[in-house]
């Protein structure tokens, strides 16, 4: 019995230790049994096609393409697609759901009141500021959980789909910003018009009556606006930017900013146009770029008073300035002589305030290009050779001693100039000379070639580019509605790094604000302005200065790795949304297991998702999480 007991030990020990090992015949049917689930399931679920039809139903969530023989975290159970996404747009003129982790919270909609909620320019909040030198219209933000909204900024009743560019460039719906205030106040400079249900924008002015284009072509006649040496410009005061509108034909970007103040909505109306444009104002702080930044800079009747506080804010444009590029001033008080009964100002008070400009400009060494009737340019020097041995003679404003150039993130302004990087002969454009558009596009930028931002090389960059072109032919493939013209014009890059993003987009009808995140490397939002391309610093535990609704499509490369532990995931989703438009795409770039946790908050909040496998297959930890915001606007029964 004993024997027989031995034997049946080692029996039992001999086959558990060979479950223990499996052979390599066993690994290998287990292999090719997993492979065969996942191409079936592949076959099964359809891929991640073309979008059905208009007026499809929408019920599905996850688009699992996992492999079981992955070594990552596979996508929980329950959350197989059964169906594509719809991208397509459905209101032009008048989802899916599974649990890939447990649903935090559905989130209500916020109340009418906040349907243009801009947190941190928010009009109430703002009158507890200081109201000297307009500090109360800069960005003040919600100081505690408590201010936060934790509801969805509803759309307007009535809402559609903004026209498609070019279309877009001289009409928007009016239920989508209805304000007629602006066509009361500036109807006889030909800004916007009331046309039945939609807004006209007849190109117009307060100092183009003839409209923006002939008010370009006169700008043209006195530097060179056509032949790519001008890419980048910057529209202070913007009103309805229709200077930017037209300057997009001649390949020219501007960003366009105007406060919050008593034209409403100006900057909204700007967005609706497909115009580049934010929120911003000069009052204290640096505007939220970097040095060496525009090819150009304008004023058209912007009400700054760049004689006052020393020049200061002469000075911040003369900052954001390249080597070499050109100020555009017109409207008060240039050709006073001829505007001043119109003006309602005396000529001896217009005449003083021409002369401070022209002085202050002086004392920043720009040379006075031109003055033609309602237009006078001045040119910044491309180096401080000259400049600073003036500075024997003209103590002021003095160079700034040790400060970031391009720090502008609730940075204040100085009355000091920035100091252009070192030359070594008089023709030498200080920083580097850019090649002309578009060329400069993918031209190595100075900044990279002189390796002024720390640990990338010319090498890298190259290879960002090229990576990019790669990611975005893979956007397309997933996302069909992304190669069709007229789907999606605002675009926003949440973490654009080099640009790349938009650089791959260059040849498509949309415009991208690229946006450089505070807490990463911020050096390279001057690599984006040196490509020709246009954005700005941004924290994201904050709110952006935009209105509700800006972007058609949002893209969000590692921006939940970058803020992990820095802010709640909540806040960055819940003010993605509010710049969302209704039936907008968002494509978010991250580690599976955040997507995870990202679109258990996301079920919540009306947005259809699917999660879909990176461009390198399944093997890869990083994946995507395709986003399509659901229709509906205040009075919806969703509410």
Known sequence: MAVGATAAKLHLSSVAGAARRPSLLHLAAVAVLCSLSYLLGIWHHGGFSAAPAAGAGAGVSIATAVSCASP????????????????????????????????????????????????????????????????????????SDTERLRCLVPAPRGYRNPFPWPASRDVAWFANVPHKELTVEKAVQNWIRVDGDKFRFPGGGTM???????????????????????RTALDTGCGVASWGAYLLSRNILAMSFAPRDSHEAQVQFALERGVPAMIGVLASNRLTYPARSFDMAHCSRCLIPWQLYDGLYLIEIDRVLRPGGYWILSGPPINWKKHWKGWARTKEDLNAEQQAIEKVARN????????????????????????????????????????????????????????????????????????????????????IASGSIEGVTEDM??????????????????????????????????????GGFAAALVDDPVWVMNMVPTVGNST??????????????????????????????IHADSVFTLYNGRCEMENILLEMDRILRPEGTIIIRDDVDLLVKIKSIADGMRWNSQIVDHEDGPLVREKLLLVVKTYWTLGDNKQ
């Open 208 to 230: 183009f009556p003839r409209g923006a284009g002939a008010y370009i072509d006169d700008i043209g006649r006195i530097i060179p606006l056509h032949d790519g040496s001008i």
């Open 461 to 498: 960059y190259v290879e960002d580019t090229e990576l990019w072109k790669r990611r975005v032919g893979h956007y397309k493939s997933v996302i069909s509605q992304f190669g069709q013209k007229g789907r999606y014009r605002n675009l926003l890059d949440m973490n654009a790094k080099f």
């Open 524 to 553: 390279t939002l001057g690599v984006i302005y040196e490509r020709g391309l246009i954005g700005s610093y941004q924290d994201w535990c904050e709110g952006m200065s935009t209105y509700p609704r800006t972007y058609d499509l």
């Open 72 to 143: 990552t975290p596979t996508v929980p159970a329950g959350s197989s697609s059964s169906g594509p996404l719809d991208f397509a747009a459905h209101h032009t003129a008048e989802g899916m759901e599974a649990e890939a982790a447990p649903r935090q919270r559905a989130y209500e909609a916020c109340p009418a009141k906040y349907s243009e909620y801009t947190p941190c320019e928010d009009v109430e909040r703002s009158l507890r500021f200081s109201r000297d030198r307009l500090v109360y219209r800069e960005r003040h933000c919600p100081s």
């Open 364 to 447: 920043l060494c720009w040379k006075k290009v031109k003055e033609e009737g309602d237009i006078a340019i001045w040119q910044k020097p491309t180096n401080h050779i000259h400049c600073k041995v003036n500075r024997k003679v003209i103590k002021s404003p003095p160079f700034c001693s040790s400060q970031n150039p391009d720090a502008a993130w609730y940075d204040k302004m100085e009355a000091c100039i920035t100091p252009l990087p070192e030359v070594s002969d008089l023709k030498e454009v200080a920083g580097g000379e850019l090649k002309k558009w578009p060329e400069r596009l993918t031209a190595v930028p100075p900044r």
